[in-house]
């Protein structure tokens, strides 16, 4: 198997993709590789253009600022998964990596490729919508910002033009301490998941929820927030009762149904999971608490 | 119509120039344009490891890289493992082990593994499952993979406290 004839790029300078970008129509922008490569391999996608980010070496970058925690489109999966500041500032994210496919697959893999790619149940999606991302797109000439609603159009699908590239992905920072869990089910490790479900949770001296965020993705084509859910719970105490109508909450998402998986299971793994993910972050914050 | 680039690139230590299609992928390029055949096409979608060689020592897949993209790089394959007819503790722990039966994953599993022992000479045997997750055996059933890597760390550990 091999992909079909195109033409290769391998630019050094984001200038140089936004040129490229701008002057080839049916070209694709080729990150990582590990899912648009399978794609190419199978022939399902056979751009007149191959424009290789692998050389540009200023997309591959973490940086930390006060609130926003900024990745280039090219780092890796493993380099982030890696990053001792992360470990510490964003611990829900090097577990949610370590369900990313496999150690051969994150070496190449990057974070502005999957989310490109935009698979419902890419765990890195479910980051960036529980982290209330913002999206950094560029096309020649000119940049433009958008947050995860306005990204997200359809099942992978996203607001990326033809002629624009995903640049950079900034992530809203909680702060420390927090409370949070990532549950997943697929069928193999390794797999997309079937449902993936994230919190983050902090809760004041009274031991009430102070902030509270639930993404759950797999489900519908595009992950979602529990939003009400989460503005209704501020206040309230985090107990049986309160994991119960979260994953209430969850179940009710209108879920996707395929060949292989049904609306119902879905929906299933959604309540189960959220309960999980929210009892845990809950009793992880209060653990942080006692030391 | 054909699109091509010329690549120099360090493959088992030995340094090779070629025209290559920019279509052509890593593993094609090994197997085919070099003619070493124990890196394995197993899916040529990045499912079941069994093409996994190291580029600058980072264990990938080679169905799903472009040889291009190896340019000024160093591969190593599995023809890089033994020394003559010395195995590497690796080998030789799953000859021992008997970790392999028809072989054609194994290729895969050693280059993946060789990468994870050295950045974890004494893992769990959780540790040692967890890594070889994206590496499909159809024949053993994974116990004397399993067995064998762990022999193996014990071996290099072994042999590390005696130097």
């Known amino acids: ?291 | 119509m054909s699109d091509t680039r010329n690549i120099a690139v360090v493959v088992n230590g030995k340094s090779y120039e070629r025209t290559v299609d920019t279509r052509r992928t890593l593993g094609d390029f090994l197997r085919l344009d070099l003619g070493l055949t124990g890196t394995h096409f197993g899916c040529e979608h990045g499912a079941c490891g069994a093409c996994t060689v190291r580029v600058d020592g980072i264990a990938v897949r080679s169905c799903l890289m472009l040889a291009v993209q190896a340019n000024e790089k160093s591969v190593q394959t599995v023809e890089d493992l033994a020394k003559g007819d010395s195995l590497s503790p690796l080998q030789q722990s799953f000859h021992d082990r008997h970790a392999l039966q028809c072989g054609f994953c194994t290729p895969g599993i050693l280059m993946t593994m060789t990468e994870f022992l050295e950045e974890n000479p004494a893992p769990s045997e959780a540790e040692v499952r967890d890594a070889l997750s994206g590496n499909i055996c159809r024949c053993t059933g994974y116990q004397n993979i399993v067995d064998a890597v762990l022999l193996a760390a014990d071996t290099m550990r072994k042999t590390q406290d005696a130097v």
């Not at chain 1, 090097?94 to 989310?115: D, F, K, M, N, P």
């Not at chain 1, 549950?183 to 490790?189: N, Q």
């Not at chain 1, 395929?258 to 879905?266: G, K, N």
Request: aromatic share 8%; glycine share 6%.
């Open chain 1, 1 to 291: 198997m091999k992909p079909a004839h195109f033409t290769y790029h391998d630019p050094a300078a984001i200038a140089d993709v936004l040129a490229l970008l701008g002057e080839h129509e049916d070209s694709r922008l080729l990150a990582g590789g590990q899912s648009l490569m399978p794609m190419m391999n199978f022939r399902f996608v056979q751009p007149a253009h191959l424009i290789d980010l692998n050389r540009v070496k200023e997309l591959g970058f973490i940086r930390a600022d006060a609130d926003t925690l900024a990745f280039g489109a090219m780092t890796r999966q493993r380099q982030i998964q890696r990053d001792a500041s992360i470990r510490q500032s964003c611990p829900i994210m090097i577990e949610a990596l370590s369900h990313v496919g496999h150690r051969q697959t994150r070496a190449r893999g990057t974070i502005g490729g999957s989310i490109s790619h935009f698979d419902p149940s890419a765990e890195l999606c479910n980051m960036a919508v529980l982290h209330d991302a913002q999206f950094v797109l560029a096309r020649k000439g000119s940049r433009r910002t958008l947050g995860f609603d306005q990204f997200a159009r359809g099942y992978m699908s996203t607001a990326i033009e033809p002629d624009e590239m995903l640049q950079e992905i900034h992530l809203h920072r909680w702060a420390k301490p927090q409370g949070f869990a990532f549950e997943e089910f697929a069928m193999r490790h390794g797999d997309f998941a079937i449902c993936a479900v994230s919190c983050l949770v902090t809760l004041s001296g009274s031991g009430a929820i102070d902030a509270l965020a639930i993404a759950i993705s797999g489900v519908a084509p595009i992950p979602q927030r529990l939003r009400n859910f989460e503005t209704a719970a501020r206040g309230q105490m985090p107990d049986h009762t309160l994991y119960r109508e979260a994953a209430l909450q969850a179940a009710a998402i209108e879920a996707m149904s395929d060949a292989y998986t049904t609306a119902d299971y879905r929906r299933h793994l959604a309540r189960v999971l959220t309960y999980r993910a929210v009892e845990k972050a809950a009793a992880r914050f209060k653990s942080q608490g006692m030391t």
